[in-house]
């Protein structure tokens, strides 16, 4: 992994969310800090993606969504934007 790049990238993503958490296994798995939703990177140090999510989430689109995507960890409870990696 580059680091220098992966610093880059990380500055573009906390520039867009401050409250970012990273995860060091899996730094490409970006943790929305105002939904609590696992962004997935699809290329590498691409911020592209995260910051379509950011501007798309708004409380509107929280409200919206069904606590849907992975079943056995979308229980309504405990869930009001932590960052919950696995
Ligand atoms: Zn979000």
Not at 38 to 53: A, L, M, Q
Not at 64 to 76: D, I, Y
Request: net charge positive.
């Amino acid at each position: 992994m580059d680091e220098y790049q992966l610093i880059i990238w990380k500055n573009k993503i906390l520039k867009e969310d401050p409250d970012t958490e990273f995860d060091k296994k899996k730094p490409f798995s970006v943790c929305h800090s105002k939904c609590g939703d696992i962004v997935k990177i699809k290329e590498p140090y691409n911020s592209t993606h995260f910051c379509d999510h950011s501007k798309n989430c708004t409380k509107e689109s929280r409200k919206r969504r069904p606590a849907a995507g992975m079943p056995s960890l979308a229980s309504s409870a405990g869930r009001k934007g932590d960052c919950q990696y696995q």
